[in-house]
């Protein structure tokens, strides 16, 4: 019996993704950052979706996003025990006239620590649909290095 050749002819999901991104912030002097995240840099931007501060997507369909950083307080330092810090993944259907967050994420720890920040999200988007990371209370910190462990990240892909 003679087996079939798989070309990858005819894939759908994430092997025939029209879009998919991951960009990180860089900083001249490594510190604190909050509010409307601005990438810097781009490891790769299939589709050219984004622009530094959103993803624009380009057709309709279900896209799942995440955010990588550190979190910290206004000077970089660590994060205060019992200190409350949040962020969002954030959407606008308006060409970025209006932001509306579509998960809340918060976390709070005992001790005082620089948090990790890992959080995914699903969007079912409508094509020109904008999509941003705002860092609504306490900071993230963002380095000097392009090194991947030590850089904000924020990753996507159409499914």
Same mark, same amino acid.
């Given at each position: ?17 029209? %879009? ?13 950052? #909050? ?14 979706? /984004?622009?530094?501060? !959103?993803?624009?997507? &380009?057709?309709?369909?279900?896209? =799942? ?11 970089? $330092? ?13 959407? $606008?259907?308006? #060409?970025?006239?209006? =932001? ?6 918060? =976390? ?6 620089? &948090?990790?920040?890992?959080? @995914?999200?699903?969007?079912?988007? #409508? ?8 860092? /609504? @209370?306490?900071?993230?910190? %963002? ?7 030590? /850089?904000?990240?924020? !990753?996507?892909?159409?499914?």
């Amino acid at each position: 019996m003679a087996l079939s050749k798989i070309d990858g002819s005819g894939l759908t999901g994430i092997g025939a993704a029209e %879009c998919s991104f991951s960009i990180y912030r860089v900083q001249a002097t490594a510190g604190a950052v #909050n509010g409307v995240i601005d990438f810097t840099n781009t490891d790769f931007d299939v589709g050219s979706d /984004t622009n530094g501060t !959103y993803f624009l997507a &380009p057709s309709n369909g279900k896209y =799942w996003f995440n955010f990588v950083g550190t979190g910290c307080n206004s000077s970089g $330092s660590a994060v205060a025990a019992n200190t409350a810090c949040t962020f969002s993944f954030e959407v $606008s259907t308006d #060409n970025g006239s209006t =932001w509306t967050p579509k998960n809340r994420y918060y =976390w709070q720890i005992a001790a005082s620590s620089y &948090p990790t920040i890992n959080e @995914s999200i699903i969007l079912n988007l #409508n094509q020109n649909d904008r999509v941003r990371v705002n860092v /609504t @209370s306490q900071y993230v910190y %963002c380095y000097t290095s392009t090194d991947p462990e030590k /850089t904000v990240h924020f !990753y996507g892909t159409k499914l």
